[in-house]
Structures are given as structure tokens and as C-alpha cells.
């Protein structure tokens, strides 16, 4: 599982925090959270606060990520969890249409159980987003500057967009 990173500038530094301009880039498309529509509102220029653990300055180029731990808990709240949760549902009103003969009460059980769990993912979800931030994975210096357009194979020119700097 690879990890979101993204490429921004530093535009303060603070106590071990430093705010970054990031652009949206492939890793926001890419993200549940965005299609979602649960992410904070940006798009060009986007500001995010992270940890600054490489001691970024002002006017620094950085690659910023996040953690695999919160990668891993943030599928298993949103994709795991639910799944789990509707089939328990279903699993118990299939043990109450068995008792009672009413049929309706698999399904019931079942869409009871997904609501229930979205909902209680969802707001997990916005908890995780308050309690974890983005880090300063590295600097990005004396980058190259690359033609991405003429690069061929679509995965060499994702990998360069992200150094593209603007003038």
C-alpha cells in the first residue's frame, strides 16, 4: 500500500510545525476521503499544517505524507468495519425472520446494521482527520527540471509532476 504524498512549498515554520501551499494533486483524486467530499474544501493552493520533524524553512520545497498506521486505520473504519457490521445485521435478522416468520427482517437487519456503521465511520473518520497530521517526509532540493509532458509512461511522468515547479 503506498502512501499519499505530495509536494508543496513551506510558508511558515513554528515550534516544530510549518504550514504548507500544496496544490491538489493525484493523491487528493485518489483519496476517499475527496470523493467522499469529507476532506477540508481547496483545490490550488490548499494550506495544510504538518509536523516540520526535517526542520523545513520558509521557501523550502517538501514532500509531505502520512503514516501508514492512519492509512490502515482509516480503510479499516471506512471500507472493513461496515462490511462487518451489515453482515451481523443480516446475520441477526435472519435469526429473528427464523423465529418470528416474518422475511422482511434479513434485509432490515442488514441496511440497519450499514446505516448504523456509516454513520459511526463517518464520524471516526472526522475525529481521525482532527487527531493525526501530515508530516515533512524531506526536502526536495536541486530538483531537475523535467519536460513531464515529453516523459514517456505514465507512471514516470506521475512521479515527475510532482517537481514540477511553477514560474
Request: with cysteine; aromatic share 8%.
Amino acid at each position: 500500500m503506498k502512501s499519499i504524498v505530495e509536494t508543496g512549498r513551506v510558508v511558515e515554520t513554528s515550534d516544530g510545525i510549518a504550514l504548507v501551499r500544496i496544490e491538489q494533486g493525484r493523491s487528493c483524486r485518489g483519496c476517499g476521503m475527496a470523493k467522499l467530499g469529507l476532506c477540508r474544501p481547496g483545490g490550488a493552493g490548499m494550506l495544510l499544517e504538518v509536523e516540520n520533524p526535517v526542520g523545513a524553512v520558509k521557501g523550502d520545497r517538501v514532500m509531505i505524507g502520512l503514516g501508514r498506521r492512519v492509512h490502515l486505520k482509516g480503510y479499516f473504519i471506512i471500507y472493513i468495519l461496515p462490511l462487518f457490521v451489515m453482515t451481523l445485521g443480516t446475520f441477526a435478522g435472519y435469526i429473528a425472520s427464523s423465529a418470528t416468520g416474518v422475511g422482511w427482517l434479513e434485509a432490515a437487519g442488514g441496511f440497519s446494521g450499514l446505516a448504523a456503521s456509516l454513520a459511526f465511520s463517518l464520524r471516526r473518520m472526522q475525529a481521525l482527520d482532527r487527531a493525526e497530521r501530515m508530516y515533512i517526509r524531506r526536502i526536495v532540493r536541486d530538483v531537475p527540471e523535467f519536460d513531464v509532458d515529453a516523459m514517456p509512461g505514465a507512471e514516470g511522468a506521475d512521479y515527475l509532476a510532482g517537481f514540477k515547479e511553477e514560474r
